[in-house]
T-cell receptor
């Protein structure tokens, strides 16, 4: 079974520039998450999708971050304009939502804002 | 008060010893509890989850849950250098089974 795919793996941008990350969840997983993990901290949920609807985006900085999952499969997370404090790993994860509550993480997209 | 608290460590144990990792959570209604392992530069991977009070064993790993004390722990028996990693505790909010709320993690170092 293929895991959660993310791209790009690494990105360096200047502050005020924009960046987009892409995620393809495990096949059949209805629930998709984007987490932000700053160095030395645990992952923090940015947004949760159930199919193509948003379940929780309470911690998403909506003035600069946006995310979509138009067809209920792939998802894109965008940051515009980026700030230095956005330097982090952006982890996409998915779950089947069918008991067990097991969430599977992708390898992450490492962002450095300079 | 943070939702999920862990001692950041590092926790150093000799090879073959028992490593004990602890976690407390603030929301008494939390339902499910998870331990993830994260190697440096890698994504978190699930080790164990526990729902009920008591102990749950899986190989060298034992998760312990005490809901009255709002405390969950992970014991690693016969620790190996390959166990050296950051261990993340995560809980689910009472509003639903997901998403997970993570602690900052405890860095474990097993010394050969």
């Amino acid at each position: 079974e293929a895991g959660v795919a993310q791209s790009p793996r690494y990105k360096i941008i200047e502050k005020r520039q924009s960046v987009a990350f892409w995620c393809n969840p495990i096949s059949g997983h209805a629930t998709l998450y984007w987490y932000q993990q700053i160095l030395g901290q645990g992952p923090k949920l940015l947004i949760q999708f159930q199919n193509n609807g948003v379940v929780d985006d309470s911690q998403l900085p909506k003035d600069r971050f946006s995310a979509e999952r138009l067809k209920g499969v792939d998802s894109t997370l965008k940051i515009q304009p980026a700030k230095l404090e956005d330097s982090a790993v952006y982890l996409c994860a998915s779950s089947s939502g069918m008991g067990g509550n097991t969430i599977y993480f992708g390898e992450g997209s490492w962002l450095t804002v300079v | 008060q943070k939702e999920v608290e862990q001692n950041s460590g590092p926790l150093s144990v000799p090879e073959g010893a028992i490593a004990s990792l602890n976690c407390t959570y603030s929301d008494r209604g939390s339902q499910s509890f998870f331990w993830y392992r994260q190697y440096s530069g890698k994504s978190p991977e699930l080790i164990m989850f526990i729902y009920s009070n008591g102990d749950k064993e899986d190989g060298r790993f034992t998760a312990q849950l005490n809901k009255a004390s709002q405390y969950v722990s992970l014991l690693i028996r016969d620790s190996q250098p390959s166990d050296s990693a950051t261990y993340l505790c995560a809980v689910t909010r009472p509003s639903g089974n997901t998403p997970l709320v993570f602690g900052k993690g405890t860095r474990l170092s097993v010394i050969a």
